[in-house]
C-alpha cells in the first residue's frame, strides 16, 4: 500500500516554470515506477511522464517532450516534475501514480494515486 502526496501546483504565467513534488509513503518507494498524469475539466485524463523504478528511464507525452523532466530521489520518496516554458494547455489537475516495479513501466495502468495539484498557466 502506497499514500502519495502532491504539492507545488499554482499560478503560471505563460513561459514561467513551477515544480511539482509528490511524496510517498511506505518503505518500498525504491521499487515503484512512478508518472504524472493531469486531467482538466471535462477532459479524460492524460498521460505527462514516466520513470522507472531505478530512475534509469524516462517517457513523456509529445505534448510536454522539451519542456518537463520527471525525476526521483529515492532517499526521500519523492518524485518531481519540473515544468518549463508552460503552455496555458497544460493547465490542468496534476496528478502523480506509482506501481510495482515488477509491472511494465510504459503503460498507464497504475494502482495507486495521490488527491492531485492544480496547475493553472494564464496566457
Known amino acids: 500500500q502506497v499514500q502519495l502526496v502532491e504539492s507545488g501546483g499554482g499560478l503560471v504565467q505563460a513561459g514561467g516554470s513551477l515544480r511539482l513534488s509528490c511524496a510517498a509513503s511506505?518503505?518500498?518507494?525504491?521499487?515503484?515506477?512512478m508518472g504524472w498524469f493531469r486531467q482538466a475539466p471535462g477532459k479524460e485524463r492524460e498521460f505527462v511522464a514516466t520513470i522507472t523504478w531505478n530512475g534509469r528511464s524516462t517517457y513523456y507525452a509529445d505534448s510536454v517532450k522539451g519542456r518537463f523532466t520527471i525525476s526521483r530521489d529515492n532517499a526521500k520518496n519523492t518524485v518531481y516534475l519540473q515544468m518549463n516554458s508552460l503552455k496555458p494547455e497544460d493547465t490542468a489537475e496534476y496528478y502523480c501514480?506509482?506501481?510495482?516495479?515488477?509491472?511494465?513501466?510504459?503503460?498507464?495502468?497504475?494502482?495507486?494515486w495521490g488527491q492531485g495539484t492544480q496547475v493553472t498557466v494564464s496566457s
Open positions: 511506505g518503505r518500498t518507494f525504491s521499487s515503484y515506477h
Open positions: 501514480a506509482a506501481k510495482s516495479g515488477r509491472l511494465p513501466p510504459f503503460t498507464q495502468e497504475y494502482d495507486y
